[in-house]
């Protein structure tokens, strides 16, 4: 069966300083892959996503994640984080054929940013 | 629109009663999806319309939960004698194709407590 995890359930880093969120899945074939991030009281936003060719995906605010098949990982990493990207960052795996529509999400890591 | 509504954003309801719950998914997008996110459960899968195809129901927890998605646009989520454990946040989603390759769309959410 289709899953995710992420082992960090909340996670807190200085202002600044580097971030990695682990992202694990299990899947019977080339997965689809993303990640997406809620800020408190809003809907998700897609921060990048993974379907094929080079294994280093770049998204929006200045994240990456690499796509890892020997791991089954997906780590999403900013070289400097900063305030305002505290928030809830959830990755998610889709099925590579039609029929399977719909993503299932890891249960999300809470990122926390010191001053 | 401009995204993905959902209404309400908040509802309370008393245990036992019926609730309806609304999508708006963005116009042209034929793929449309609902989760429900419950405190440290992330999102859990509910229910998959692609165009004029059968629904994929198998995330529905139980047959208290049902919806329809009339004219290939809006969607309505029905959850029949609430129970307190249905309060949690229910987003819904649309994309522009089928399958898991195109990105999802979120809408803010209807926050259901039950009492």
């Known amino acids: 069966a289709q899953s995710v995890t992420q082992p960090d359930i909340h996670i807190t880093v200085s202002e600044g300083a580097s971030l990695e969120l682990r992202c694990n899945y299990s899947y019977g074939a080339t997965p689809y892959l993303f990640w997406y991030v809620q800020s408190p009281g809003q809907g998700l936003q897609l921060l990048l996503k993974y379907f094929s060719g080079d294994t280093l995906v770049q998204g929006i605010k200045g994240f990456e994640a690499e796509f890892k098949r020997s791991q089954s990982s997906f780590n999403l990493r900013k070289p400097s984080v900063h305030w305002s990207d505290a928030a809830e960052y959830f990755c998610?795996?889709?099925?590579?054929?039609?029929?399977?529509?719909?993503?299932?999400f890891g249960k999300g890591t809470k990122l926390s940013v010191k001053p | 629109g401009a995204g993905v509504s959902q209404s309400p954003s908040n509802k309370v309801t008393e245990k036992g009663k019926d609730v309806e719950l609304r999508c708006d998914p963005i116009s042209g997008h034929t793929a449309l999806y609902w989760y429900r996110q419950s405190l440290g459960q992330g999102l859990e899968f509910l229910i998959y319309f692609q165009g004029n195809s059968a629904p994929d129901k198998s995330g529905l927890p139980s047959d208290r939960f049902s919806a329809e998605r009339t004219g290939g646009s809006v969607s309505t989520l029905t959850i029949q004698r609430t129970q307190q454990e249905d309060s949690a946040v229910y987003l819904c989603?649309?994309?522009?194709?089928?399958?898991?390759?195109?990105?999802?769309?979120f809408g803010q959410g209807t926050r259901l407590t039950v009492v």
């Open positions: 989603a649309s994309s522009l194709a089928q399958g898991a390759r195109t990105e999802a769309f």
């Open positions: 998610a795996v889709g099925g590579t054929r039609g029929s399977q529509g719909n993503l299932i």
